[in-house]
């Protein structure tokens, strides 16, 4: 088996660079993943090379279940896990990208920022290497490397320091870039088309053959379910799920799946209908709030009047993030679909973001730039940050539809949210 991390000493480092051109590369034979809850990278992930991203969050599941989830998704010939900020950052919620190759033992490659450095780039190597017993960091990537000799003057250095650790190459200054829009990175056509372009100039100086034998290691795999197993439901469920509506956990879609005797996916920008002998809809998160999203669905009648139908006959709505907001009566000056009286405003930075328990006992993690005009407005739940308090609503039920911030994962908590879909 072959797997590897991709990790750094914080964001904007390259991680994102250098797993985009291992994933394009390896795409025929690669299963993507992402450490933490991220939405916007697995979605790259997933458009790069035409397979699901699936987040490992130590945080969100307990060890036994994210060691299954990493089992049962490690189905191909090699798996790329992408960190998330720097290699320890996270730890204090259990959700670093050390927690999770740790648990895994999975080997990590760390891409470091060479510019305008070369010795001090071995002492942070030895920072990383000796800050936590049991990591997995086994290679190295230079990145921004003004020419050859600045290379050769950095390996030479760290090879001289260390015999445990392989320099894999390095990445050149100013290569190709992609775009960023609202709330993360949009693969365009014309970018696309620049992907094998852009790996081939990620890669050029990166010994393939060597990452390739650091990512050899044996799992550890687990037998026995680590979930409360749930009955198999007779009823039709429901999700929107589009450009506007695609912050879905993969493993999501899956146990849903698993659990429902039948399941549909329509598409609102399409101005899609929603079956009419569904018994729940699930509005998955995203955004909707912005201009340019909320064009896209504006004139969706058909989609919206097959959503109010499903409303009147008092069958569940269940609504994410930017499904709360499309429950709501408006956003702004943007109409949305009045099942829940609560009016939002969009901020200019996230005004929430983070993990977060509600009163439920289920743990998520919430990003969001909008919030209540009125936080007075009495709610399902609470939502607060572990050992502090927070006392801000983040959860509405109008009869059978409900709407929350909260993103979580529903295989470990389902038995808590069922009651919101009338089961």
Same mark, same amino acid.
């Not at 039948?262 to 002998?277: L, M, R, Y």
């Given at each position: ?126 920072? &990383? /290497?000796?800050?936590? $017993?049991?990591? *997995? @960091?086994?290679?190295? +990537?230079? !990145? ?111 146990? &849903? /799946?698993?659990?429902? $005797?039948?399941? *549909? @996916?329509?598409?609102? +920008?399409? !101005? ?112 607060? /940050? ?5 006392? *801000? ?5 109008? !009869? ?24």
């Amino acid at each position: 088996m072959k797997a590897i991390c991709i990790s750094a000493t914080a964001s904007n480092q390259g991680k994102t660079t250098l797993t985009t051109a291992l994933l394009y590369h390896f795409r025929k034979s690669v299963r993507p993943f992402k450490i933490g809850p991220d939405f916007i990278d697995p979605l790259f992930h997933q458009k790069i090379c035409q397979t699901p991203s699936i987040n490992l969050d130590t945080c969100i599941m307990n060890e036994a279940q994210v060691k299954w989830l990493f089992d049962k998704y490690s189905d191909n010939n090699i798996s790329i896990l992408e960190g998330v900020m720097g290699f320890y950052d996270g730890m204090d919620k259990n959700a670093s990208a050390y927690d999770v190759t740790k648990l895994l033992n999975v080997p990590t490659i760390i891409v470091l920022d060479a510019s305008g450095s070369y010795i001090t780039l071995s002492a942070i190597i030895k920072g &990383l /290497k000796t800050y936590q $017993e049991g990591n *997995t @960091i086994k290679g190295v +990537i230079f !990145n921004h490397v003004g020419s050859n000799s600045h290379f050769e003057l950095i390996k030479n250095q760290v090879e001289k320091d260390f015999d445990d650790i392989e320099v894999l190459g390095w990445i050149e200054n100013r290569l190709d870039t992609l775009d960023s829009t609202h709330l993360g990175l949009d693969l365009k056509d014309n970018e696309f088309e620049k992907l094998e372009h852009i790996s081939k100039e990620v890669l050029k100086h990166i010994d393939l053959e060597k990452l390739e034998k650091i990512a050899e290691f044996t799992a550890s795999k687990t037998e026995d379910y680590p979930f409360e197993k749930i009955e198999k439901y007779n009823k039709h469920i429901t999700l929107v799920n589009d450009e506007n509506f695609s912050f879905l956990y993969h493993d999501n879609l899956e146990f &849903l /799946k698993e659990s429902f $005797e039948k399941v *549909t @996916i329509v598409n609102a +920008i399409n !101005n899609e209908i929603i079956p009419s002998d569904t018994d729940i809809v699930f509005i998955v998160g995203g955004y909707i709030e912005t201009s340019k999203a909320y064009e896209k669905i504006e004139n969706s009648n058909d989609f919206k009047n097959s959503l109010l139908t499903h409303a009147k006959q008092n069958k569940a709505i269940y609504g994410e993030c930017a499904g709360l907001l499309f429950l709501s009566n408006r956003v702004d000056d943007k109409k949305m679909m009045g099942l829940l009286d609560l009016d939002f405003t969009l901020g200019k930075k996230f005004y929430r973001m983070g993990y977060y328990e509600n009163d439920l006992g289920i743990t998520g993690h919430a990003f969001h730039f909008t919030k209540l005009i009125d936080e007075q407005k009495v709610g399902e739940y609470k939502l607060y /940050k572990k050992n502090s308090s927070d006392g *801000t609503y983040a959860a509405f039920k109008n !009869n059978n539809v409900f709407g929350t911030y909260l993103h979580t994962m529903f295989r470990n908590n389902f038995n808590k949210i069922k009651k919101y879909l009338n089961l």
